[in-house]
């Protein structure tokens, strides 16, 4: 019984000193020993008028005790503390309901995203995003995460595309290491120094400076990239531009001051090898721009009397330019040449011609003649009646000579239906024609920018221009000129700002139409015109649609004219065509080696795929003999003669395995489109 009275006064005890007395309204006396960590919670709770959810794993005991009067935000921040020794965190929901969890769990949790540390400054959860201007992230973040709590919640991310990065942890953790970052963020100098040159080139000082600061990667002492110098060079004003730390910089300055001497003789020469350019289109153009160059020199230094001793030549053979001049203008005239000798861009022109055109006629004619040739003669067709009536009459007279009809009847074009009297014979004549024509061509060439490239398909007709003969005509004589006729395309492109191509284009397509008596007939339709469009879009640069109708009706005077009757006294011929001529074009910007290399390899797949159609199929009549077949893309075009038949065997086998992979891939590619993909 005694026992039992001393544990209930002593669980008295310890409920009395376990609580956190209020002193005031807002004032706290926090003094815990041996508490539970649920109870300490409940309590806190209750003093602050919050509702706290805790995790299962809250477990534990905790001796904390206050000599101090704690206002309400000191209070909070006690229990955060507390916590925070324990391994737990809290977390504040958008209802002010607080969760208590681990901490390691706590940074997937939705904890505030602050901009500063001003409002939180404990051991809350926070999450902030720093941006940084001078240093890169991804070398200062695996600094960081050496200094932040990373088993208790800690996190550090960085994002390289923003250079920003992403601190997760305590209040007072996150925003000390965002002070480390800002002091880290302006550690570096940016100044910068102009130094301007007057008589080395800008370009060539830095190139030299770069090369004597290049470090072999195995050097002990090498320099962090952070440290070295950057060495700009414009051109523009001949200067050098230098930035990074004081000390450096002035160790370059001197170098370049150093450096930019004026050489002892009056004048000095350099070879430049161009990769790009042609030589002596380049002296055309330095030849011109030195002369204002060299009045601009003369005229500032008057009092120096120095003779200019300028020249410019070219060799073709190794395509380079020798120049001779001043420092100044030396500078200036290679600062031209790098400007010049850049390589240019190509361009790949595809045209496609398409022309379609149908005609139809119809023929009708009724003819009268008598064996003594008076008849209605109509020449529509090339025979007339009175050929007919008189072959008929030879063969009533000789039965064995049947030439006569047979050479009129030759000349008959269509249906013809007739009758021979004693005397006389009637021949109706008929005929239809139709004709179609389809044109498809598709032309293509690739020129440099700003470079005319022209493309011709067809033949050369002679023409005859012109006749001379003497007065006793004893040495007559004809002038013949050969005229081109198929289709031609001319194009000069020019690659305008971004992907926009500028072409001038003559396009004409030709052939001969007919003949007459003084000479040939020749159909042409022709496009010339300047368009502009993007890179790999077509475009429609010309289009003629036509359709003619015709009709010719021969007759004879007022017979012809009669009611019904007329027909019979009547040649009618009626024709119509019609023509539709329709031309594409698309130009297709080649700036790199790889894209030139795609479209070639587009264009050689299509002759070997074409080719390959052609050797399955076989040559007809000649079962042993094979198609020309390209070899694949990258392979030697060298054959041994020795090994020619068993290479030979080889390839028939090789084609066979590659048209069975065409046609799966074919396949596949069918099925891929049905289905969308």
Known sequence: MKKRLVGLIG?????????????????????????????????????????????????????????????KKQYYQFFLNVLEVYGFAVVEMNSGILKVIKSKDAKVAPIP?????????????????????????????????????????GNVVHYDPSNVIMITGRAAVVNRLVKIIQRVDKAGDQEVDIVKLQFASSLEIVNMINTIQQTPSNAKNAVTNNLKPRLVADERTNSVIVSGDPKIRARIIKLIKSLDNELKNNGNTRVFYLKYAKAQEVVDVLTGVSKGLEESSNSKSKANNKNSNLSIEAHEGTNSVIISAQPALMSSLSSIIRQLDIRRAQVLVEAIVVEVSEGDGVNLSVQWASAGGAATQFNDNGVTTSEIVTGAYQVNNDADDLSGVASSLSKIAGGVAGYVGSDWGVVL?????????????????????????????????????????????????????????????????????GDSVQMNIEQEVSNIKGQTSVDVIFATRSVKTTVLAKSGETVVIGGLIDETVNETVDKVPILGDIPFLGFLFRSTKSSTEKRNLMVFLRATIVRDDQTMMELSQRKYGLIRQIQLGQTAEGINLMPNSEAPLLPKWGEPVEVDPHSFRKIKEKDQEAVKEELNEQKAEDVVAEENKVNGV
């Open 11 to 71: 669980a008295s005890i310890f409920i009395l000193l376990s609580h956190s007395t209020a002193v005031q309204a807002d004032e706290y006396l926090a003094s815990f020993k041996n508490a539970e960590l649920t109870e300490f919670v409940n309590i806190v709770g209750k003093n602050l008028g919050k509702t706290i959810i805790l995790d299962p794993a809250v477990r534990g005991k905790i001796n904390v005790r206050s000599y101090d009067v704690l206002n």
């Open 113 to 153: 995203v602050v901009d500063n540390g001003t409002d939180f400054v404990g051991d809350e959860m926070v999450t902030r995003v720093v941006p940084v201007i001078n240093v890169s992230v991804r070398d200062l973040a695996p600094l960081l995460r050496q200094l932040n709590d990373s088993a208790g919640g």
């Open 429 to 497: 004549q008929a005929l239809k024609s139709s004709s179609g024509s389809n044109i498809l061509a598709t032309p293509s060439l690739t020129t440099l920018d700003n470079q005319e490239a022209s493309f011709i398909v067809g033949d050369e007709v002679p023409v005859l221009t012109g006749s001379t003969s003497s007065s006793s005509n004893d040495n007559p004589f004809q002038t013949i000129e050969r005229r081109e006729i198929g289709i031609k395309l001319k194009v000069t492109p020019q690659i305008n700002e």
